[in-house]
């Protein structure tokens, strides 16, 4: 093995040591001559149509495979793509964005290059991206540029947020030592302080044994934590009445009998509010924010009695806060510790409702009847199966799918926090591009065929426990969301992706509307022949290897007959189903929300009113 490696090859390998399989990007001044280095250290190029979409679609990768790459032009490309990367910070998605840089050399001379603002700075970008991501690495000097390399991918993973590395032109040839690329980088959580860590457990457990009514909410950083089969174990084993928010669903097996389905304060259900205000302990498992900021601001049921779980720390009653105390050890020592014949038991159980028996119950869909927003999300969800990846664009696909029935071993992505529109048709795409990389280097029949014998096949994401894996990826998204990235299709068609995707298609932004402008004209878009679009992205509609089905349901009777296709079940290559519904159709539960939002837009702080009062003055 030779003892100096080319920098570029240095940073392509560590990235596929660590499970980047794929890289998502678009060439250009300045990266041009690092592309030349990525098919040898056996990764797969996916060149997307724009920078956005490769930063959503490097997104959604992530969330399935733990890590993530994009690499972009200097300027023009890295800005097109930080709404992405934005997103992919707020809402803990491991991305890597690689900047392919001007020479040193040029920069140095404050030259007036293409692609910059013609200043002779060229740290602007750099310091704008500093600000979304958790560590940056200029890899302006060999002697350091492996182990800043190093400890840039080490900080992606273990934080699950993007990071920044900016690879100068001139730079990318130039050897650097092969030493280190021979021990993996040190993904090792820190360990607790035993002392620390035992007192935690002790008087965390102390509060669970003398609970009396306690109830779990899994929230969606619990997949980023690394935690995900922790927070599933903790919801078996106590057997507590549980719940998820909607960024937190699909994370623990929903088919456990106490599962009750997603809790969302005043825009959840009703019947399960006062039981919930009424818990004397609520475990929050990875929750987005220590404020409940989300769910019209009512989602922690009351913070005197909930317990906390961030990535380090904890904290209890909404007071006492323990920090530097890693998540995953405390869970697991936890975990240990229980004791089961010391656990509450509820006698009766509370009656909290059961998402499988509510679809059971649901009188069947008159077949020449209008598809409805408030059974569609739950009816749907018999054509999901074990392994598959369900994403929902924000909008009513978003709020709709919280009723999703999922089976066990499925992956549901639902923004959080950011809600940016378009980001799911990308992330689909990333998503089902790492679920064909998991299943590839599942298969023993694939061994790597890599040419550089330093790349060594990864494990899946710790991120998930989810080891099945259908190989159909599913999205559900509005009208106007597809319309902001559609050229993603090209992407998911040009890698031949398996994709499903169910166009919700009811005339415009249907969640605008009921915010404020039910009938404005603002909230009205150009409608499009969406099922002509694979035509327009080039899909070889006679393939049959990478088959193209797209299909429109008006009613329900059609619409189950479209599910009940083989081609559409088997989902090998591209599935389009347009579905209509009305424009002035959503489901209850984003009545309720938009409802809050409007009062808070109105500037009001008090709790809910007549919800209809508000919905009048929205529209
Ligand atoms: C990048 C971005 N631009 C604008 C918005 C505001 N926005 C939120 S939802 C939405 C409409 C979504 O419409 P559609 O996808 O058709 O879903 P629907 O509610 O109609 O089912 C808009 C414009 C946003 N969240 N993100
Ligand atoms: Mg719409």
Redesign the pocket.
């Known amino acids: 093995m030779s003892e100096q490696i080319d920098l570029a090859a240095y940073l392509f390998t560590r990235l596929r040591q660590l499970g980047v399989e794929s890289i998502h990007g678009v060439p250009g001044d300045y990266n041009l001559q690092a592309l030349d280095y990525i098919e040898p250290a056996g990764i797969n190029w996916i060149g997307n149509a724009n920078e956005l979409n490769a930063g959503y679609a490097a997104d959604g990768y992530g969330r399935i495979k733990g890590i993530s790459a994009l690499i972009t032009a200097f300027g023009v490309g890295e800005l097109s793509a930080i709404?992405a990367i934005g997103g992919a910070y707020a809402e803990m998605s491991p991305v890597v964005h690689i900047v392919g840089a001007p020479p040193l050399p040029a920069q140095n001379a404050r030259a007036c290059l293409h692609h910059s603002l013609g200043d002779g700075n060229f740290r602007i970008f750099a310091e704008m991206y500093a600000k979304l991501t958790v560590a940056q690495a200029n890899l302006t000097d060999t002697a350091t540029a492996p182990s800043m390399i190093d400890n840039t991918l080490r900080q992606c993973v273990l934080q699950s947020r993007p990071v920044y590395i900016e690879l100068p032109t001139n730079m990318v040839s130039q050897k650097v030592s092969t030493r280190s690329l021979k021990f993996p980088i040190d993904l090792t959580i820190p360990h607790n302080d035993e002392g620390f860590e035992d007192a935690e457990v002790e008087l965390i457990l102390a509060r669970i044994y003398a609970s009396k009514q306690p109830f779990i909410i899994v929230d969606g950083f619990t997949a980023a934590l690394g935690i995900t089969a922790e927070a599933d174990e903790l919801v078996r084993v106590t057997g507590f009445p549980t719940s998820t928010t909607s960024f937190g669903k699909g994370i623990v097996n929903e088919t456990y009998p106490n599962f009750h389905g997603i809790y969302a304060g005043e825009a959840g259900k009703q019947v399960y509010r006062p039981w919930a205000e009424s818990c004397d302990l609520i475990l929050r498992i990875g929750p987005l924010s220590s404020k409940g900021g989300k769910g019209g601001f009512t989602t922690i049921p009351n913070p005197k009695y909930t317990i906390d779980f961030h990535r380090n720390s904890v904290e209890i009653g909404g007071t006492n806060s323990f920090t530097n105390v890693h998540v995953k050890p405390l869970l697991r020592k936890i975990l240990n510790r229980i004791d089961k014949s010391k656990l509450p038991r509820y006698d009766p159980y509370p009656d909290l409702g059961n998402p499988r028996q509510q679809l059971e119950a649901l009188a069947p869909a008159q077949s020449d009847s209008a598809i409805d927003q408030e059974t569609f999300w739950q009816r749907i969800s018999t054509c999901f199966r074990e392994g598959d990846i369900i994403l929902t664009?924000?909008?009513?696909?978003s709020i709709g799918g919280r009723d999703f029935v999922l089976p066990p071993q499925t992956t549901l992505i639902n923004s959080g926090i950011w809600?940016?529109?378009?980001y799911m048709l990308g992330a689909s795409q990333g998503a089902a591009c790492a679920q064909r990389d998991i299943i590839h280097s599942l298969n023993p029949t694939n061994p790597p065929s890599l040419s550089n014998p330093l790349t060594t096949p990864t494990p899946p994401s710790p991120r998930s426990s989810q080891r099945t894996f259908s190989g159909r990826t599913i999205l559900f998204?509005?009208?106007?969301?597809?319309q902001?990235t559609a050229q993603s299709l090209s992407d998911t068609i040009r890698n031949k992706l398996p994709l499903t995707i169910f166009l919700?298609n009811?005339d415009?932004?249907?969640?605008?509307?009921f915010i404020h402008g039910m009938r404005a004209p603002y909230n009205d878009?150009q409608p499009w022949n969406y099922l002509l679009a694979p035509q327009y992205f080039g899909a070889d509609l006679e393939s049959v290897e990478y088959p193209v089905v797209t299909r429109c349901a008006k009613n329900w009777g059609e619409l189950f007959e479209v599910v009940e296709q083989k081609e559409v079940r088997e989902s090998k290559g591209l599935t389009i189903v347009e579905v209509r519904?009305g424009r002035e159709d959503?489901p209850d539960a984003l009545v309720k929300l938009v409802a809050g939002a409007a009062r808070r837009n109105s500037g009001a702080t008090g709790p809910a009113g007549s919800e209809e009062k508000a919905i009048k003055a929205a529209g």
């Open positions: 709404n664009e924000t909008g009513t696909p809600l940016s529109i378009g998204i509005g009208d106007g969301s597809l902001m919700i009811n415009g932004y249907t969640i605008e509307r878009i519904m959503a």
